[in-house]
């Protein structure tokens, strides 16, 4: 999911923009929830794309406390339902504080399997795939040449499959440099709600969108029922 539509929802009520995010917030946690209730196994959601430290440094400063104040009071809870924290993305730019916090998370829950939560932040997708690259090369000096199942483990979300559904909130119809390689084969579902008002009901409403789809993947429906 891309979490889009905070700082409008926030404008509509003639709030500062952080009461948005805070808002928002709050709302990644009723989700979970919700994933937890259905049965999804997965969750990724695009916290803070790379491209979100040209916002202003005050509103910056507020997210990252925001994020901060998150994995301090919501890890407990995690742990206690079942659900594997992970955050991906270039972490350096963050303070120490925050990146102990992240480390003890995905410690504390790395064990659990009813949900696997992946926070990306400070994360792009070309990143990914330029990080991925990167890495191989180091690994592999002097190979002549290099094929997905290579790339594919040094991606930020080897542990998880491709995404089934991409869902970005706020009414954009963009991916917005989130997870490149691993939509290429995703079904897209766009809203025009705002991610604070997201529920349950607009949840479900994508996942009865997705099962009307049939999935390709490339294939012909002849060469689909031909399987």
Known sequence: MIMDGNGRWAKKRFLPRVAGHAQGFERVRNIVEVCLDRGIEYLTLFAFSSENWRRPQDEVSRLMGLFVMALESQVTHMHRNGVCLHVVGDLSRFDARLRELIREGEERT???N?????ICANYGGRWDVL?????????????????????????SLPYAPEPDLFIRTGGEQRISNFLLWQLAYSELYFTDTLWPDFDAAQLDLAIASYRKRERRFGRTSEQLLER
Do not use: F, K, M, Q
């Open 131 to 155: 990080n991925a690259v990167n890495s191989w090369l180091r690994d592999n000096p002097g190979a002549p040449a290099i094929n997905e199942e290579d790339l594919a483990p040094y991606l």
């Open 114 to 118: 009813r949900l696997t939560l992946t």
């Open 110 to 112: 790395r064990d659990n």
